[in-house]
């Protein structure tokens, strides 16, 4: 196993009061030294706060901000050690973009010879060395926000905030983007703060993620470990596609959705609780090798079918439970049962991939 | 799949606020540079205080004290309403301004709606035309008044027996004076229109007098009350133009004057100034109550509405458009042509005599280069202290308890009428015990006095242009430890210069043309073009007084076209960088 980075970040009970509205409730996080994180949550849940917070353009209500072993907690932005990107890019639009690079540079009497050398490093690093002389007018948005990026590290700072960067982008400039900005990241080794509410994005940039909700956190984990282990029914909702079904426990080491009984591995004070929620994700369902005595199976009629590509997503209705789910099957499996709606189907889901939440305390 | 959050979420927590309440919200330490943004704000803010607040305390202190300064409570103003004459202007003035206002909005309407709605040919020329009386002091009316329908008026003969001074003159001469105050704001409230509504309407077959009344009018609601309060209000308290053709009639404004500097009772000159703060106070807190209301009307995605030819009514409205430019003209071209008469009515021959004999012998076109110094400065010193208090208020960060009072003291002023702010002034750096007594009669209290009275309209136009860039430029600029001045003198005033221009410019007329505060405080070394106007009528140099009016229109319009070639030039230069 191999050592983890130490923690250059770290967070202590942040709070933050907007008069009467509790934008954070007491959050405590470490970010560790060269590490991607994203925060990520739905609209309003305080991700852009808690960047702020950090960035010391918003002060907490409460809590303790350490930085590389610094207590910066009370200082000004200006004494603080951080580049951001914002999601309008806040390019300055009279500059040309040398000019705009090399802004922070200027005023750390950065010799001119030298200043040169390092924005025209820096405008190759995000693969644009020909727009030194333009505006950013002239730029497209994705060109843009590669400027945006190289004027936050042009002074090498120790921590890289980035507020919904490719949100203002369309689709295809986003997928391209979010590879650009990773490899950079893992080159510079820059520890990076990056707030989304695109899960995917948070899934395929992050090195661990922190999902937030309500202005609190909900899971911090690799994107695996979010994306198989949600810590919450939120969780597992919010990030992928999910089946996620009341349920109430049947004894020990059972469940009942509906009238269907599936065995699942929980934590015993479940076992009588009325409260319970089942998750289970569409691609752990299974049709193949499944009989009538494959453990968790069920018969399943097929009610709609969505052809995706590489898979296609099937809503299914089983015997005795009323909320729809969803089961997702790869092209050749769908070839080879021959799925159509209307169709009697015989699925499973493997013990160890359900998952059993309580809907709130005991 | 992902859930929509639920609406109420972020629920204060019980026991939260008295959390809060126990332990101090922390705050961030300033850093040094900060703190320079700070005292530069706190500087501002006490120069407004001075200069804005003070005086009119004064005045209300002022009424409460009888001739020797003795505290007589609420007697100035029993006095005051026991005196028939004066309790007579306060009907006067309110009937005069809300006659003007009557006749000249649906005027004004008429004209903004040709101008936006019509496809009427030389649009550009008539709004200009119709624009020229803001080049010139208010009494520019007046004067031309005199020379067409006066006692020795080319055009007596068409009034019978009846006469211009009083208030017909006066009533004539403000809807002039205030057509192009309303027309602004009409022309922007009619252009404020989704274009997407008349098509909807035109779809449904809905006949232009319906969509006009369904759409058009309760678009431009707002634009109207705005307008009808801006007219009421400067009918109200102007000066020039009662002074000049009032004859006899008397009204608030110049009240206020015969009061203070006829017979030094500043008692009931201060009554008067607080009779005439407190119409202007209201209707200026409706107008705010409107403007804010305004502003949601149009969204982004509007479309702006294209008027589509229509023979018969472009026709008529390019009749009327004309006949209101031609009168505007008539207005104006008669007190420049009267300046070149050599003795009117006599001999109609031209000359410069009124400028040569009447102006430069007679020592008075000092005036004209003070009035030149005073626009100059104002201009310059004006427009960069606005600009820089906005940008301080908008931008920077710290001294949060501070700044709303800042911010209130910035759009106050428009609410003071000059002739109660230049009255608050004489109160206030008369008194020898003032530290600042010093400015009293000098150049630099016509100068600050100017400013402050058209702080606030310049103050928006720099908040507007400060609120349409991007809001992060001073986040990140402190990301890079760079203090804010840089970026305000690399980016900031770059980016805002058009509206840095506009302030400038608007400074400078005003500053050429206004009467009203100035009035009270110039000494004999700074008098003023636009005073000496006045002090040139009294004294019955009526040419000379023409002369010197064409002087300001003249120089005044010269400013407007150097301004507009400036603004040209610019937007080329920065061509390059603004949306390509
Ligand atoms: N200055 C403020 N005053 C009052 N409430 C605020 C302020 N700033 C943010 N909030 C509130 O705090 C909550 C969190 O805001 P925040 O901007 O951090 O959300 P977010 O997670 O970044 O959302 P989004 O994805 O929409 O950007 C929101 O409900 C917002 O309305
Ligand atoms: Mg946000």
């Given at each position: 196993?191999?050592?983890?980075?130490?923690?250059?970040?770290?967070?202590?009970?942040?709070?933050?009061?907007?008069?009467?509205?509790?934008?954070?409730?007491?959050?405590?996080?470490?970010?560790?030294?060269?590490?991607?994180?994203?925060?990520?949550?739905?609209?309003?849940?305080?991700?852009?706060t808690l960047l702020r917070i950090i960035a010391g353009l918003e002060t907490q209500s409460a809590g303790r901000i350490i930085q590389g072993g610094r207590d910066i907690s009370l200082l000004p932005p200006m004494k603080r050690d951080y580049g951001i990107v914002f999601q309008s890019y806040a390019l300055f639009p009279n500059l040309t973009i040398a000019q705009n690079v090399a802004y922070g540079l200027v005023n750390r009497r950065v010799p001119r010879a030298e200043r040169d050398r390092r924005v025209a490093e820096l405008l190759t690093l995000v693969g644009l060395p020909d727009s030194g002389p333009k505006y950013p007018a002239q730029l497209s948005g994705g060109q843009q926000q590669r400027i945006a990026i190289a004027r936050a590290i042009a002074t090498s700072p120790g921590l890289m905030l980035l507020d919904e960067p490719l949100s203002a982008l369309d689709a295809r400039v986003r997928v391209r983007l979010r590879g650009e900005i990773r490899s950079l990241q893992q080159r510079l080794a820059v520890t990076t703060i990056l707030v989304t509410h695109d899960q995917e994005e948070a899934l395929t940039m992050a090195d661990r993620i922190v999902v937030m909700n309500h202005g609190a956190i909900e899971q911090v984990g690799t994107p695996f470990e979010v994306y198989r282990n949600p810590a919450t029914p939120f969780v597992a909702d919010f990030v992928g596609k999910t089946n996620l079904l009341p349920a109430a426990g049947a004894g020990e080491g059972r469940v009942r959705i509906g009238d269907q009984r599936f065995?699942?591995?929980?934590?015993?004070?479940?076992?009588?609780?009325?409260?319970?929620?089942?998750?289970?994700?569409?691609?752990?369902?299974?049709?193949?090798?499944?009989?009538?005595?494959?453990?968790?199976?069920?018969?399943?009629?097929?009610?709609?079918?969505?052809?995706?590509?590489?898979?296609?997503?099937?809503?299914?209705?089983?015997?005795?439970?009323?909320?729809?789910?969803?089961?997702?099957?790869?092209?050749?499996?769908?070839?080879?049962?021959?799925?159509?709606?209307?169709?009697?189907l015989r699925v499973a889901v493997p013990v160890d991939r359900l998952r059993v939440f309580a809907a709130g305390p005991e | 799949m992902a859930t929509t959050p639920e609406p109420a979420f972020g629920t204060a927590l019980p026991g939260a606020s008295s959390l809060v309440g126990r332990i101090r919200a922390p705050r961030l330490r300033n850093h040094w540079s900060d703190r320079i943004g700070i005292a530069l704000l706190v500087l501002a803010g006490a120069g407004l205080a001075v200069f804005f607040l003070a005086p009119l305390v004064t005045i209300l202190l002022k009424a409460l004290q009888d001739r020797s300064g003795a505290w007589v409570g609420f007697a100035n103003f029993t006095t005051y309403f026991q005196t028939p004459a004066l309790a007579q202007s306060i009907w006067n003035s309110l009937w005069v301004s809300v006659m003007v206002t009557a006749i000249v909005i649906p005027l004004a309407f008429l004209f903004a709606y040709a101008l936006t709605r019509s496809c009427i040919r030389g649009k550009a020329l008539l709004r200009n035309i119709a624009m020229v009386p803001i080049l010139a002091p208010s009494l520019l009316a007046a004067i031309s008044f005199i020379f067409w329908f006066g006692n020795q008026g080319i055009a007596k003969a068409l009034l019978g027996d009846a006469q211009i001074y009083g208030a017909k003159g006066i009533v004539l001469s403000l809807c002039?004076?205030?057509?192009?105050?309303?027309?602004?704001?009409?022309v922007t409230a009619l252009s404020l229109t989704d274009a997407r509504l008349y098509e909807a309407a035109y779809a449904l077959?809905?006949?232009?007098?319906?969509?006009?009344?369904?759409?058009?009018?309760?678009?431009?609601?707002?634009?109207?009350?705005?307008?009808?309060?801006?007219?009421?209000?400067?009918?109200?308290?102007?000066?020039?133009?009662?002074?000049?053709?009032?004859?006899?009639?008397?009204?608030?404004?110049?009240?206020?004057?015969?009061?203070?500097?006829?017979?030094?009772?500043?008692?009931k000159g201060a009554v008067v100034g607080i009779l005439l703060l407190a119409p202007v106070a209201i209707t200026y807190a409706v107008d705010t109550w409107v403007q804010r209301r305004q502003s949601a009307l149009l969204t982004a995605r509007s479309v702006p509405y294209v008027p589509k030819p229509s023979r018969g009514f472009d026709w008529l409205m390019s009749a009327y458009c004309w006949l209101v430019a031609a009168l505007m003209l008539a207005m104006i071209g008669m007190a420049v042509f009267a300046s070149f008469v050599k003795f009117w009515?006599?001999?109609?021959?031209?000359?410069?005599?009124?400028?040569?004999?009447?102006?430069?012998?007679?020592?008075?076109?000092?005036?004209?280069?003070?009035?030149?110094?005073?626009?100059?400065?104002c201009a310059t010193f004006g427009a960069a202290f606005v600009f820089g208090a906005a940008y301080l208020l908008e931008k920077t960060r710290g001294a949060e308890g501070w700044r709303p009072f800042v911010r209130l003291l910035a759009v106050l002023p428009m609410g003071v009428p000059g002739m109660v702010l230049g009255l608050g002034y004489i109160f206030f750096f008369v008194q020898e015990s003032n530290p600042l007594h010093f400015l009293y009669g000098t150049m630099a209290i016509l100068v600050v006095n100017t400013i402050v009275h058209y702080y606030t309209s310049s103050h928006l136009t720099a908040v507007t242009a400060l609120k349409q860039i991007d809001n992060e430029f001073e986040a990140v600029s402190q990301s890079l430890r760079v203090p804010f001045w840089v970026t305000f003198h690399r980016v900031t005033v770059p980016v805002c210069l058009p509206a840095l221009l506009e302030i400038s410019r608007y400074l400078f007329v005003n500053a050429m043309t206004t009467v009203s505060a100035v009035v009270f405080l110039y000494s004999p070394k700074t008098t003023l073009a636009s005073v000496a106007i006045v002090n040139l009528d009294e004294a019955g140099d009526i040419g000379a007084a023409s002369a010197m009016a064409t002087l300001i229109v003249v120089t005044s319009a010269l400013v407007c076209v150097a301004y507009y070639f400036l603004q040209t030039w610019l937007d080329r230069r920065t061509q390059a960088w603004r949306q390509s």
């Open positions: 196993m191999s050592v983890s980075p130490p923690d250059y970040l770290v967070l202590e009970h942040v709070r933050k009061e907007f008069g009467s509205f509790v934008a954070l409730g007491d959050v405590s996080l470490s970010v560790r030294a060269g590490e991607l994180l994203c925060f990520l949550g739905p609209s309003g849940c305080g991700k852009t065995a699942c591995e929980f934590d015993g004070a479940f076992a009588k609780r009325t409260d319970l929620k089942v998750f289970f994700r569409p691609e752990d369902v299974q049709v193949r090798g499944v009989g009538g005595e494959t453990p968790n199976s069920a018969a399943a009629v097929v009610q709609g079918l969505e052809f995706l590509g590489s898979y296609s997503r099937l809503t299914l209705r089983l015997n005795g439970i009323d909320q729809a789910l969803i089961a997702d099957l790869s092209v050749n499996d769908l070839a080879e049962f021959r799925v159509k709606p209307g169709d009697t | 002039f004076a205030t057509f192009p105050h309303a027309l602004m704001i009409l077959g809905t006949p232009r007098w319906r969509r006009f009344l369904t759409i058009t009018l309760p678009g431009a609601k707002y634009g109207l009350i705005s307008a009808a309060m801006v007219v009421f209000t400067y009918a109200l308290s102007d000066f020039g133009i009662p002074k000049v053709i009032g004859g006899n009639f008397n009204m608030l404004a110049t009240d206020i004057f015969k009061l203070v500097i006829g017979q030094q009772d500043f008692g009515p006599y001999d109609f021959t031209m000359s410069l005599n009124h400028y040569r004999m009447g102006l430069v012998e007679a020592g008075i076109f000092e005036a004209y280069v003070n009035s030149v110094t005073l626009a100059a400065f």
